[in-house]
């Protein structure tokens, strides 16, 4: 296995730690990550990441800290911002939110206050927890109604989109999702959120690389705010942005900090700088390109081995399937396919009886292993390894012989960015 450099200088200072990391980075060589929000970084991204950035404490906005000896720190952050203005095309960008949760809470925070109604995508299809969930800050601080996808096309709903948000007159419209695999037409969110006054967040947590990879429409012209991650398809550090309209800059940068935040993460500001860089490069159009034309091969290989995809195939980067056919749950499934050493998860599917820690359905993506180098080819074939694990999950020998193919695509792409 090829050394990992930060890992060599840990063994003789803190070995015990140093062994996990070994231990992690043999799995990660060692298995097919099909898990959508995840990915590879960069030997770049890695290598800020690590950096005496994490040391200084810089609260406050660049020119505007209450520290001193930010000089540096602040052209750190300025480059950052003027990158992810680049890519998106925004106003302004807020890049101090230490992940996409925090990005969120930031926003509801800039834009509307406690007890206010918003109207976010019902979790089982597809919308994520900081979208109103009873259990998250965002179910406990405002009045939450959902809007979800048609049962037949298993594609948003937008006339009922239209309906729930004349009936309860929101304050926020909140678009995107964490499991939803078909193109999101932002601009009848616009239109929707214009005809009853509401605000729009858009929260391009999951998708935000392909947008900048020009395969998946731009939010940025139809929403106030959008809010997103730089850690799945923008395939940079583990963190959160906001990019915005001027009008609300102020109140987006003051919500961040000193509204919900202390000090920025320099460190991961630096990263998220060179993601975006990357980001801006014509590699990075062909990598996301290759990310939804793989996910259509994958999708379209399990409907072809007979799985229900949900809505019938995608258009973005992950697929959804339905295991209530097979007569097995996510849980089952996913446990299934690790033993085989393939990482996907459970996940809800729209109308789902089951709780979400079972869940009736598995999503995969490929962000992971179009970032690995996969082929089509390979692809189709990790498609069919997936089917055969779900189709007899308790088999030894299925699983070992998933697993010796496992094992043998992956030694075919080892990890990228560990140089
Ligand atoms: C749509 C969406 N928004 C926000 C988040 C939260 O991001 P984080 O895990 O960085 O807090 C996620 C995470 O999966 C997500 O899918």
Same mark, same amino acid.
């Given at each position: 296995m090829a050394s990992h450099s930060s890992c060599d200088s840990l063994s003789s200072l803190d070995p015990e730690l140093a062994a996990l990391v070994r231990r992690e980075h043999e799995r990660q060589a060692t298995t097919i990550d099909l898990i959508a929000s995840e990915n590879h970084v960069s030997h770049a991204v890695r290598t800020a990441l690590a950096t005496?950035?994490?040391?200084k404490y810089a609260e406050g906005y660049p020119g505007r800290r209450y520290y001193s000896g930010c000089g540096v720190v602040d052209q750190v952050e300025t480059l950052a911002i003027t990158r992810a203005k680049a890519v998106f095309g925004a106003d302004h960008a807020n890049v101090q939110p230490h992940a996409g949760s925090q990005a969120n809470f930031a926003a509801y925070q800039a834009l509307i206050t406690p007890g206010a109604t918003i109207l976010g995508m019902d979790r089982s299809h597809g !919308?994520?927890?900081?979208? !109103?969930? *009873? /259990?998250n800050f965002s179910g406990k601080l405002f009045k939450v109604a959902t809007y979800g996808v048609d049962r /037949?096309? *298993?594609?948003?709903d937008y006339e009922q989109l239209r309906a729930m948000a004349r009936q309860h007159r929101p304050a926020l419209i909140v678009a995107g999702a964490s499991s939803y695999p078909r193109i999101i037409d932002f601009a009848v969110f616009g239109d929707v959120a214009r005809e009853v006054g509401a605000l729009l967040m858009v929260d391009v947590a999951h998708i935000a690389g392909l947008i900048a990879g020009g395969v998946h429409p731009s939010p940025v012209p139809y929403a106030d705010v959008v809010t997103g991650t730089t850690q799945k398809t923008l395939r940079g550090p583990r963190g959160g942005f906001i990019l915005c309209k001027a009008q609300h800059a102020s109140l987006i940068d003051s919500a961040v900090f000193p509204g919900s935040q202390g000090g920025p993460l320099m460190h991961v500001i630096a990263a998220k700088a060179v993601c975006f860089h990357e980001a801006l490069q014509p590699a990075f159009r062909t990598y996301a390109a290759a990310i939804v034309s793989n996910a259509r091969v994958m999708a379209e290989e399990l409907a072809a081995e007979g799985l229900r995809v949900i809505s019938g195939g995608t258009d973005n980067h992950l697929a959804l399937v339905d295991l209530t056919p097979l007569d097995m749950t996510g849980k089952q499934a996913q446990d299934a396919l690790e033993r085989a050493g393939i990482i996907a998860n459970r996940n809800s599917i729209p109308f789902d009886t089951r709780p979400p820690m079972v869940a009736g359905g598995l999503r995969v993506g490929t962000p992971a292993i179009t970032t690995r180098g996969f082929s089509a080819e390979e692809v189709r074939t990790v498609a069919t390894l997936v089917c055969r694990v779900l189709r007899a999950p308790t088999s030894e020998t299925v699983r070992d012989d998933v697993h010796r193919s496992v094992l043998e695509l992956c030694a075919r792409h080892p990890l990228p960015g560990l140089d």
């Open positions: 005496l950035l994490t040391d !919308g994520h927890l900081t979208h !109103g969930a *009873e /259990v /037949v096309t *298993e594609r948003i």
